[in-house]
């Protein structure tokens, strides 16, 4: 016989045994539930009146970066449809559209978009204000089905409108649930939409508890299900922002005087975004009710876009912000050093049958490097441009890494666009171009865009010695059992330039804001040494959007500050101010007198970049 | 002997009656589980074509000589292995697990044929090797064998067929007269591995460990091996996991488990509970079962079929309903003990093994006692490939008792 044989059954014996003890414990548990509970059981199917509760977990406080809270929650109330107890659901919407300010066919969307099952509450409307659950409690007989119960409403910020920033909650989506990656989600999570609050959605959102009641036939509560625990909510964590409260309010207000426009400060020593604004904003209070179709559509068709993010999303022409990556490019590529002067600047450039003007319709003479900066002379950079070429200031540029995303905690940042000999030829034919496209974009004019976010993060490189920090808005996360993670900064690369050309680009900088010709003199702070750059963009729809970018204190940079306005006019009289307020705010943590400001202004009028 | 002629006195008709009688009433029960539901009536009639296609492949595999298995059980080992690997290129996701292949509306689910190929290997090996309990490597082979199916099924993720492939390797190594305490040294790692997540029940576990290898002083390196695993398995993992974070931890979780999440599982037990309890003793009569024609349970055509029973049939159909589960187990343990060839003996053990494991999780789920894995009831819940496997072993725990006295 092959094998040991099977003569020996002991082991047939204690599986025997084994599997005996096994029926007889679900032998014992069926008697269990269906003997001793039975009447439990019967009763609970007979009625059928297992409520789900959920308890909704707190979400995470937002704090600023010196731990002032900047997004707290408040107590509010939500109402809920319990469709079960609700015999004719028509006349109840009825009903309910006239106490609640709703339209019918959108309590009716609802409704059919929350409906799980019959015995679980959809939500109808958040932040029901208290009157409103007054008089309904007080005719509960005419709402059969309408429940309210307290859910935590998010408070943002009353000083400025944070829309862009922090974002707001709702709930979600079918969509946003099939896309989850954790199945945390459930129809009626509510989850961060935009901004910060969809970002950081997994840190901030905690975890949904629930109660499991039992509910008389009449629909009362008879109190918890025997046998099973309430599941405990988990409040979410905290966030401690990069964010400086007091510089977001001061840059909110440097704005309020325009229209529409967006400003970025950065600590360039790390990356970390000390304010970031854009106009025109929103509230994100007003989203905590409920998303109605008039409001969203009033949003969304607004002409002025209040819910495009500027300062990440809005791409503009860098205008002569960029003359300093021209600048850069042909000091790395040996063209020129800081002493060399191109020919005599009298206004206009000719290139083939094409007339190139500067800013200056007078001209402004011979100029060095460092003065050509200072004064932001076009004629000095369309000639620096058409000796580099496009080849290499488009491989300069692309090092400097203008064509990409710089990864920013928010969502759906955009990138700048760099032409390229290849962009060129797909767009016109090959060959078909012409040699004078490389002029306009040596003063960041032509098809060369970018972001807010873009030039400031590329000044704050250009100033800490050419490391490009990922900016970040997060600093750190506390979690509720009090466990921290610190966002360290991370260098995303480094600029394609030396120390040494660096230190000229600098100079060229300081020189702009504090030589008496300089176009930025508008930035200049008592005590501090600021350098920075002015730019026009030229805008086929209108006036000018106005450019600067500061950064002080020169020796050793703290704060790197883009503005951007948009149809303003001159960067050097709209937005270098802004920028001078933002820095002295800061570095000195006080306001100026706006009327010295203004009276400085008369003064220098003369002085404009292009 | 022929094979066209029946030894009716060979034929094992208790355990085919049994099993085609679980397959009617599985049916049934799908029957009364979705009548009332709006588009999936006629699930029924779809299983019922499933049950048709079952006993053609289960006549055919009794037809097949045994040793024909028996030569080929690493080439199917293989096979199932290079199906398993190949899921995770050509596998249909769903829910966000990977485990079926597509193929012009028909679904196959590979880990299906990959338990029964591991039993063929393992069978095969235990019989052909010089076995020795105290050999490292041929305790590591068996185990090497076992496990890397379970981790293949595991990276699906399906938690619940891998563990199937756990109570496979154990119950070959049982019914290879390892001896339990060896067993049980073997599966250490594990207990250290849940143990782990709180360093006292953990010590105590370790220093129980020692004594154990000190009374039973198994070979050196055996010793060492489990010791290493033991101190690794429960030192490494509370490291590693509280370095992560809350939400890293449940992205963990859900990747071992996809249908993880707490309130839709607890919601389902309850449901169940509450849809036998309600049964009583004798039962609201087939069709009658209020908690499904409200639909409260999901799945209760599948995974939590029983709860049909328990509400329809009450305390006397359900004790009916596990003397025929348990009937059928114990015709597959006497086949495993009586077979003289000692393959067709392994075989058939370990097949009747991956059935009492699977009807007696999926039993213990449906009454609240485990928690929610996702195993369905052999021979009895919806799914064509479930129910085709569970015929495929019927027709070798047949063939294996109609030959059992062929070496």
Redesign the interface.
């Known amino acids: 016989?092959?094998?040991?044989?099977?003569s020996d059954?002991s082991?047939?014996k204690?599986?025997?045994y084994f599997?005996g003890i096994?029926?007889f414990?679900?032998?014992l548990?069926?008697?269990y539930?269906?003997?001793i509970?039975?009447s439990?059981?019967?009763k609970?199917?007979?009625e059928?009146r297992?409520r789900?509760v959920s308890v909704p977990a707190s979400r995470g406080l937002i704090c600023d970066r010196n731990h002032r809270k900047m997004v707290t929650n408040r107590t509010s109330y939500t109402l809920f449809l319990l469709p079960y107890e609700a015999p004719d659901l028509n006349e109840l919407i009825q009903r309910l559209s006239i106490v609640l300010n709703l339209e019918e066919h959108f309590l009716l969307k609802k409704i059919k978009t929350g409906w799980i099952?019959?015995y679980t509450p959809i939500r109808l409307k958040r932040d029901v204000d208290f009157k409103t659950i007054c008089s309904l409690e007080e005719q509960n007989e005419e709402f059969p089905g309408v429940i309210y119960q307290a859910e935590k409403a998010r408070n943002y910020p009353q000083a400025f409108w944070s829309g862009h920033l922090f974002g707001y909650v709702g709930e979600a989506s079918q969509k946003e649930i099939d896309n989850s990656?954790?199945?945390?989600l459930?129809l009626g999570s509510i989850i961060g939409k935009v901004g910060l609050e969809k970002e950081y959605d997994?840190?901030l959102r905690g975890e949904?508890g629930?109660n499991?009641l039992e509910v008389s036939a009449s629909g009362k509560i008879l109190g918890p299900?025997k046998?099973?625990k309430p599941?405990p909510s988990?409040t979410g964590s905290d966030l401690l922002l990069t964010i400086d409260y007091d510089l977001q309010i001061e840059a909110e207000s440097a704005l309020s005087k325009y229209n529409s426009g967006a400003l970025v400060a950065l600590d360039p020593q790390n990356g970390e975004v000390l304010a970031l604004v854009s106009k025109p904003g929103f509230d994100p209070n007003q989203f905590s009710s409920v998303l109605d179709e008039k409001t969203w559509q009033a949003l969304v068709n607004d002409p002025s876009h209040p819910l495009l993010n500027r300062a990440i999303q809005g791409v503009y022409p860098p205008a002569s912000t960029y003359k300093l990556l021209t600048a850069g490019g042909a000091l790395e590529a040996k063209i020129i050093d800081r002493t060399t002067t191109f020919s005599y600047c009298n206004g206009k450039f000719l290139f083939g049958n094409r007339i190139f003007r500067c800013w200056q319709p007078e001209g402004h003479g011979r100029l060095d490097l460092i003065q050509a900066i200072a004064q932001s002379c076009d004629v000095y950079f369309y000639k620096l441009a058409l000796k580099l070429g496009l080849d290499r200031w488009s491989y300069y540029a692309l090092e400097c890494g203008l064509d990409k995303k710089f990864k920013i905690d928010l969502p759906d940042e955009v990138f700048g666009m760099i032409p390229t000999r290849s962009y060129y030829q797909k767009k016109f034919g090959p060959g078909k171009w012409v040699k004078n496209l490389v002029i306009n974009l040596g003063i960041g004019q032509g098809e060369v865009l970018t972001t807010p976010l873009g030039v400031a993060v590329f000044y704050a490189a250009l100033v800490n010695g050419g490391i490009v920090y990922q900016p970040h808005i997060l600093k750190e996360v506390r979690?509720p059992e009090g466990r921290v993670?610190i966002n360290k900064k991370s260098v995303l690369y480094h600029l394609p330039f030396s120390t040494t050309t660096l230190e000229v680009l600098k100079e060229g900088l300081v020189q702009a804001v504090n030589s008496s010709s300089g176009t930025g003199v508008l930035a200049q702070i008592q005590d501090i040494m600021v350098g920075g750059k002015t730019g026009t963009a030229q805008n086929p729809h209108g006036r000018d959007h106005a450019w600067f970018v500061g950064f002080a204190p020169a020796n050793h940079p703290k704060i790197v500050v883009a503005v951007l306005v948009e149809k303003a006019g001159h960067g050097g009289t709209v937005a270098a101010p802004m920028a001078k307020r933002i820095i002295e705010r800061y570095l000195k943590g006080k306001t100026t007198e706006l009327v010295k400001e203004e009276n400085r202004s008369f003064q220098t009028v003369r002085k404009m970049d292009p | 002997m022929s094979l066209f002629k029946l030894k009716t006195e060979d034929f094992d008709f208790k355990l085919f009656v049994t099993a085609l009688l679980l397959s009617l009433i599985g049916v049934l029960l799908i029957f009364s589980a979705k009548h009332a539901s709006l588009n999936e009536q006629n699930l029924f009639l779809r299983q019922l074509f499933w049950l048709f296609l079952s006993l053609i492949t289960a006549g055919i595999i009794f037809i097949i000589p045994l040793r024909f298995h028996e030569i080929f059980s690493y080439l199917y080992y293989l096979l199932a292995l290079f199906l398993l690997g190949a899921l995770f290129f050509i596998g249909t996701t769903r829910l966000?697990a990977t485990r079926w292949f597509e193929l012009g509306g028909i679904t196959f689910q590979p880990s299906e044929w990959a338990k029964i190929a591991t039993i063929f290997a393992l069978a095969r090996y235990i019989?052909y090797s010089k076995r020795s309990f105290y050999s490292v490597l041929w305790i590591g082979t068996v185990i090497v064998m076992g496990f890397v199916p379970l981790l293949l099924v595991l990276r699906q993720p399906d938690l619940g067929t891998s563990l199937v492939f756990l109570a496979i390797v154990l119950s070959m190594l049982?019914?290879a007269?390892v001896p339990l305490l060896f067993i049980f040294l073997i599966f250490s790692p594990l207990i250290s591995l849940v143990a782990g997540f709180h360093w006292l029940p953990w010590g105590i576990f370790f220093f129980l460990l020692i004594y154990l290898l000190y009374r039973l002083r198994p070979v050196f390196l055996f010793s060492i091996g489990v010791l290493v695993l033991n101190l690794a398995f429960g030192i490494l993992t509370p490291l590693l996991w509280n370095r992560l974070?809350?939400?890293q931890k449940?992205?963990v979780l859900?990747f071992l488990d996809?249908n993880?999440?707490?309130?839709g599982a607890?919601?389902q037990i309850?449901?169940s509970?509450?849809?036998?309890?309600?049964?009583?003793?004798w039962g609201k009569g087939f069709l009658h079962g209020?908690?499904t024609k409200?639909?409260?349970l999901p799945m209760q055509h599948t995974d939590f079929v029983f709860s049909v029973v328990?509400?329809e049939f009450?305390?006397i159909g359900?004790?009916v309903f596990?003397a025929l589960f348990?009937f059928l187990?114990?015709r597959g343990?006497?086949i495993?003990?009586?077979?003289?060839?000692?393959?067709n003996?392994y075989v058939a053990f370990g097949l009747t093994s991956i059935f009492?494991f699977q009807g007696?999780v999926n039993?213990?789920m449906s009454?609240g006692?485990l928690p929610v894995t996702g195993i369905p009831f052999p021979l009895v819940s919806y799914g064509g490939s479930s129910l085709l496997m569970s015929w495929v072993s019927m027709g070798l725990l047949l063939a294996i008792h109609y030959k059992w006295t062929e070496?």
């Open positions: 016989m092959k094998g040991n044989g099977f059954y082991r047939g204690g599986a025997l599997l096994i029926a414990i679900l032998a548990r069926l008697f539930l269906q003997v509970d039975f439990y059981y019967r609970i199917s007979e059928n297992i789900l099952n019959r990656k954790e199945k945390r459930r997994d840190y949904d629930m499991f299900l046998d099973k599941l988990k979690s993670f | 966000g019989t049982y019914w007269k974070h809350d939400y449940l992205r859900v996809p993880r999440d707490p309130l607890g919601y309850i449901q509970k509450v849809a036998i309890g309600s049964g009583g003793i209020s908690q409200l639909a409260f328990g509400e009450g305390l359900s004790l596990l348990f187990i114990f343990l006497s495993a003990s009586k077979s003289r060839n000692s393959f003996s009492a007696i039993l213990g009454m006692l070496y």
